[in-house]
């Protein structure tokens, strides 16, 4: 069974540019959530998506966006780059959303640098 | 005061003995605990989970929470250079999210 896969591993860009990046859950998984990680602040939660609904989003500036599709891939969306979005971002799918019962299954993340 | 609180390391062992690695976390409706571990460079990956009081072992691995005292900790028995990586408590409390601490970094030396 083929994992969370992330695309792309490594995207170098501007400041003031967008990004879009891309998370193919686990076959059967129907929850994606989104993590942003940098040294300083650790793993923090952007958004969670179930059935192409976002069911709950982290405390970040309407810049990230995300969404879902109806195979359950998702995308997120990082507009006007600031040197402070240069960041690992996870991916995570379950079989469906609520941590508390699901185990969470990440990808290899995305490496974004930005310039 | 940060939802969930680690000490950042590096926690350095000898082989084979005990790591102890230990949480707090603020939000005393908090309901699952998890550890995760991450490798440099990896991504996280799930090694225990603890839902009450009390200790849950797997093979090497004892995870231990207190409610009362708003801690989790996970216990490494007879250590291996091969565990050496970034330890991550992450809480939740229902369906909401999981908060993750910052992450230790620990050190086994052969």
């Known amino acids: 069974k083929a994992g969370v896969t992330q695309t792309p591993r490594y995207l170098i860009k501007t400041r003031g540019q967008q990004v879009t990046l891309s998370c193919s859950p686990i076959?059967?998984?129907?929850?994606v959530s989104w993590y942003q990680q940098t040294p300083g602040q650790g793993l923090q939660f952007l958004f969670e998506y179930f059935s192409e609904t976002q069911r709950n989003k982290g405390n970040f500036p309407g810049r990230f966006s995300g969404r879902q599709f109806s195979n359950s891939r998702s995308e997120m969306n990082v507009s006007t780059l600031e040197l402070g979005d240069s960041a690992l971002y996870l991916c995570?799918?379950?079989?469906?959303?609520?941590?508390?019962?699901?185990?969470?299954?990440f990808g290899s993340g995305t490496q974004l640098s930005v310039l | 005061q940060k939802e969930v609180e680690q000490n950042s390391g590096p926690l350095s062992v000898p082989e084979g003995a005990i790591a102890s690695l230990n949480c707090t976390y603020s939000d005393r409706v908090s309901q699952s605990f998890f550890w995760y571990r991450q490798y440099s460079g990896k991504s996280p990956e799930l090694i225990m989970s603890?839902?009450?009081?009390g200790d849950k072992e797997d093979g090497r691995f004892t995870a231990q929470l207190n409610k009362a005292s708003q801690y989790v900790s996970l216990l490494i028995r007879d250590s291996q250079p091969s565990d050496s990586a970034t330890y991550l408590c992450a809480v939740t409390k229902g369906n909401t999210p999981l908060v993750f601490g910052k992450g230790t970094r620990l050190s086994v030396i052969a």
């Open positions: 076959s059967g998984h129907r929850s």
């Open positions: 603890i839902y009450s009081n």
């Open positions: 995570a799918s379950s079989l469906a959303p609520g941590a508390h019962n699901e185990k969470l299954f």
